[in-house]
């Protein structure tokens, strides 16, 4: 893909023409591991972490956690951290530089990015800015060329020295690192285990209180606040987790072509209308920096949506709508 950025530091914007294409041209079904991934060095932190949450989601199949409550949390959850966090603040505000809003709310919307356990906002668009860059070629930190599974989730469980450390990505988001929030982020992981532990505080206190008050039951109500903080926060994780997966490994592989990109990007329905948004991503990588992924009237893009009522309401800014509209509203 291509970033899209003549105004990021890295300039990640055009494809060099030297990118190895190793083994096979995109669409090929062969592609070799990116170069800088070593298969021994395995990413303990992200092994543990995904499994543990899998593990504690899987809970959510015995009726002992189940409440209504908690699962309309989860599903208003997927709006408020998986379309304000990851896909309208780590991606269109701040990878592609698609919309402009004002600080405090974007940095709370990265707060709502990072509840969902995707990583600091800077490594999640230095990878982000390097797979716009290198599709689908041997350096894509996550094409589904080399495996479906492998776009998916499986590298994620080993080390990438393209991404390893600050040092190395450093260069793709030193727009994002002049914010003291965002480098906080990245010198400190604590940071990012704190505010987690934060929401699994308020999400059971807040159900534990409320349950109080319903029942006047000191049990019931610690099974409420374990229902609510169960599907409120871990189910809604584990779930934005695979949706986001999703747009780098089906969108990537199954879908139509709007557009011819030196890539193999899709537009694949499912993704598009689980993620609100984001399975559009032919359209995507054809026009990187367009707030709306859908092009169409048809492509529904709820994400694009929530960036007309933002600007509607004075809250959106330098909104760049796709070149293919020319001056046309949406
Ligand atoms: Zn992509
Ligand atoms: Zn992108």
């Known amino acids: 893909m291509m970033s899209g950025s003549s105004q990021h530091d890295a300039s990640p914007g055009t494809r060099p023409p030297d990118a190895s294409r190793a083994a096979g041209a995109p669409g090929s079904g062969v592609l070799a591991l990116p170069v800088g991934v070593d298969g021994n060095a395995w990413d303990w932190p992200a092994r543990i972490g995904l499994a543990v949450y899998h593990a504690l989601a899987l809970l959510a199949f015995l009726p002992w956690f189940f409440s209504w409550t908690g699962v309309v949390l989860a599903a208003l959850g997927l ?16 990878t592609h530089r698609g919309l402009s809003v004002p600080k405090w709310l974007e940095r709370l919307f990265v707060t709502l990015g990072i509840c969902c356990l995707q990583d600091t906002p800077a490594r999640w668009i230095a990878i982000h800015r390097l797979h716009h860059q290198l599709a689908d070629l041997q350096r894509d930190p996550h094409s589904p060329l080399v495996t479906l599974l492998w776009g998916h989730v499986g590298w994620l469980f080993v080390q990438n020295r393209d991404t390893a450390d600050v040092a190395e990505y450093e260069r793709y988001v030193r727009d994002i690192l002049k914010d003291p929030y965002y480098l906080a982020l990245e010198e400190n992981d604590l940071w990012l285990l704190w505010i987690n532990v934060t929401q699994w505080l308020v999400y059971f206190a807040g159900g534990l209180c409320t349950g109080w008050l319903m029942y006047g039951n000191l049990a019931t109500a610690v099974q409420f606040g374990l229902s609510v903080w169960l599907w409120g ?75 007309k009522l933002l600007e509607r309401v004075g809250l959106a800014s330098k909104v760049v709508r796709p070149r293919a509209w020319n001056v046309t509203e949406r």
């Not at 709006?79 to 701040?94: A, D, E, M, Q, S």
């Not at 991503?281 to 949506?305: I, K, L, R, S």
């Open 79 to 94: 709006y408020v951290y998986g379309t304000l966090g990851i896909n309208l603040c780590y991606h269109r505000i701040l």
């Open 233 to 307: 926060v871990i189910v809604r994780t584990v779930v934005v987790w695979h949706i986001t997966w999703t747009v780098n490994s089906l969108a990537h592989r199954w879908g139509y072509r709007t557009y011819e990109t030196g890539d193999n990007s899709r537009n694949n329905w499912l993704v598009a209308w689980i993620s609100n948004g984001e399975g559009w991503h032919n359209n995507h990588h054809a026009d990187p920096m367009a707030a709306a992924h859908g092009h169409q009237w048809w492509e529904v893009d709820v994400t694009w949506t929530t960036v």
